[in-house]
């Protein structure tokens, strides 16, 4: 099977998907639409009008988050980052986050649902040793689960990590999100 880097299809058919499922938010991403159909690659990260990165939501056994300590934010925030080429698929790039970050082995972590559990847009600050001006990251966030504990963390981005309760979770529509999709299901 040969790789295919994430394309503008994939990005717009994931988006769209998301959006017929939360068309309450359509207002909010409609600049994220805007910018794939004036042909901006939001797959490069020198895309600074916006480019996409992967989030992942990771619970354990007992419905606590995964937070990692970001060491050029300075912030606690979930694991995720930037495509890579060698990523054909928003919930692969992810997947490959969480564990290039946290160390816990891909094969130890379930999905919970194939379509982001949440899509946020954000700004990120200046980075002047990167050459970076401020710029938006548009997050798509992945839901998963495991049984497994933090292993050898990426050091060159994360200092630390923690198991937090769902509700630490800074945004409220995905904390909620979060918190529905890990409660027990009824018979």
């Known amino acids: ?26 207002p909010g991403l409609a600049p994220v639409l805007n910018l794939l159909d004036s042909g901006a690659d939001l797959t490069v990260r020198s895309e600074f009008r916006g480019h996409a990165t ?9 419905g606590r988050i995964l937070h ?25 790039a992810a997947l490959r986050e969480l564990t290039e970050e946290t160390g816990i082995p891909a094969g130890a972590v379930s999905t919970l649902a194939h379509r982001p559990v949440h899509i946020d847009v954000h700004s990120i600050p200046a980075n ?8 938006q990251h548009i997050d798509f966030r992945f839901l ?17 990590a923690a ?8 945004d409220q529509v995905l904390r909620q999100r979060v918190t529905q999709a890990l409660q027990p299901r009824q018979a």
Do not use: C, N
Not at 6 to 23: S, V
Not at 54 to 62: M, N, Q, R, V, Y
């Open 1 to 26: 099977m040969i790789d295919l880097p994430i394309t503008e299809a994939h990005l717009r058919t994931t988006l769209t998907t998301y959006l017929d499922q939360h068309p309450e938010e359509k």
């Open 163 to 170: 198991w937090r309760d769902a509700d630490t979770i800074g």
């Open 144 to 160: 998963f689960r495991t049984t497994a504990d933090v292993g050898q963390l990426q050091a060159e981005e994360v200092t630390g």
């Open 54 to 62: 992967a989030g992942a939501i990771l619970a354990g056994p007992d």
């Open 68 to 92: 990692v300590h970001h060491l050029a934010l300075h912030k606690w925030l979930l694991p995720g980052g930037h495509l890579e080429s060698t990523d054909d698929a928003l919930l692969e």
């Open 128 to 135: 002047d040793a990167k050459g970076e001006p401020e710029h």
